[in-house]
């Protein structure tokens, strides 16, 4: 228990900070620019950057630590006849929230091209509501802030090239061409397949006038929804179009970058025998850390009574850095490379880690307790985990932009709980 709970902290604690600080680039409101460090060393100016589903990944991992307090309960309660009830639940849970924690990796990607073709469309809309104000003169709401239907229908007729009172997808696609969405690579025939469910609902392959005017008066009261409408005070028109936009532009950037969503839409050559050889690499890594398992205490142990060498440091200190060394190599390289596609990768392969930790090997080390029929008494090690993974998960969760500072907080927290665990086990004797 004491290499399992040395592993997590020193991932979400040592080598996070260290990837803080070696992929820190300067921040320009708020957000980090890629491979752009003029500022050094600034707490405040320099930091990382990663997308929104880090930020899953990070509350994914805080959910995790359940069945350690499943476990825990009966201790809590003082309460002996349980233990064994609660080893049982906890087991269950763990293997349960296993089984979840690994389709959700096989569904991420499908759910990861579902988030980003909604914010492509929401993008397109907000792009077309500003293109139509700004050949409206700013005009295309009234001084109340509705629509207003006539330059709507003007609007209408500049775009139907041919006058026949319906806009084909050709003269949308010419209207999509027109606007120049530089800033995401759109698929302009993708998004005029979107625009025509919007708009065409008698199914024709025309958007009529009306169904024109239904339609941009649905993205209108969108717009109105996702960033309400506010006045200038200079000329009291409303900024509700750019603020759509803009607010658009921040949740596509949060989804990751072009490139990142490119590797996403990339499929892999035969899926399901990789899915099959991942299944089957996951048992058999099951299978080693249950065979092992009592060999690797008994080595411990007498590795400590030859060197005279705590077997505290050894479990806690020395095997977690031998275990984690490869995870650790391979976080800094992707971090050193200072790209916000890259820090994701990154802090997200952490959580990850983490959160193996905490439904593989827990799983693993629950089954060997009950079936055995041994003690649950890692009171310690299980506190150390809690604090650990839900101060640094919670932390992870809410934000996506981490200043050079935040390092600090990481690396106290493994001191923090070295200490912690030795003063309970050897001073207080809960172990």
């Not at 650990?388 to 992870?396: D, E, K, S, T």
Request: proline share 3%.
């Amino acid at each position: 228990m004491g290499l399992l709970s040395g592993s997590t902290v020193m991932l979400i604690t040592v080598i996070w900070g260290s990837c803080v600080i070696v992929g820190r680039c300067d921040l320009r409101d708020s957000v980090a620019v890629d491979e752009t460090n003029t500022k050094g060393f600034s707490l405040t100016e320099t930091g990382v950057s990663t997308d929104i589903w880090t930020c899953y990944a990070a509350r994914i991992m805080a959910i995790s630590v359940i069945p350690f307090i499943i476990v825990q309960l009966p201790q809590l309660l003082d309460s002996t006849s349980a233990r064994r009830l609660a080893v049982l639940i906890a087991l269950i849970v763990s293997a349960s929230m296993l089984v979840s924690y690994c389709l959700y990796q096989v569904f991420q990607p499908w759910i990861q091209r579902r988030r980003l073709a909604f914010v492509k469309h929401k993008h397109v809309i907000s792009g077309i509501l500003r293109h139509l104000k700004k050949r409206a003169l700013g005009r295309l709401l009234t001084d109340d802030g509705e629509p207003n239907t006539e330059i709507i229908k003007k609007l209408f007729d500049t775009i139907d090239e041919n006058h026949d009172g319906g806009l084909s997808p050709s003269e949308l696609k010419a209207l999509i061409i027109g606007i120049r969405f530089e800033e995401i690579d759109l698929d302009q025939d993708d998004a005029v397949r979107k625009v025509m469910a919007d708009f065409d609902t008698s199914l024709d392959s025309l958007v009529q006038e009306g169904e024109f005017l239904k339609g941009i008066t649905k993205w209108i009261n969108e717009a109105k929804q996702t960033g309400g409408a506010h006045l200038e005070p200079d000329s009291g028109t409303f900024k509700l179009f750019d603020q759509f936009h803009q607010q658009t532009k921040r949740e596509h950037n949060l989804l990751g970058s072009e490139e990142q969503s490119d590797e996403v839409v990339e499929g892999v050559e035969n899926p399901r025998w990789i899915s099959f050889k991942a299944a089957l690499m996951l048992l058999l890594g099951t299978l080693i850390a249950a065979a092992f398992a009592d060999p690797l205490v008994d080595a411990v142990d007498n590795f400590s009574d030859a060197t005279s060498i705590p077997s505290f440091f050894i479990s806690f200190i020395a095997l977690p850095l031998a275990t984690n060394s490869s995870e650790a190599v391979t976080a800094i390289i992707f971090a050193t490379r200072k790209k916000k596609r890259t820090a994701s990768l990154t802090f997200s392969e952490l959580y990850g880690a983490v959160t193996m930790n905490n439904v593989l090997c827990l799983s693993v080390f629950l089954a060997l307790v009950y079936i055995r029929g041994l003690t649950w008494d890692f009171s310690s090690e299980v506190l150390v985990i809690l604090i650990v993974c839900l101060v640094m998960g919670a932390f992870a969760s809410f934000r996506t932009t981490f200043p050079l500072w935040t390092c600090s907080v990481a690396y106290f927290f493994y001191p923090f709980s070295l200490a912690l665990v030795y003063v309970l086990d050897y001073v207080f004797g809960w172990s």
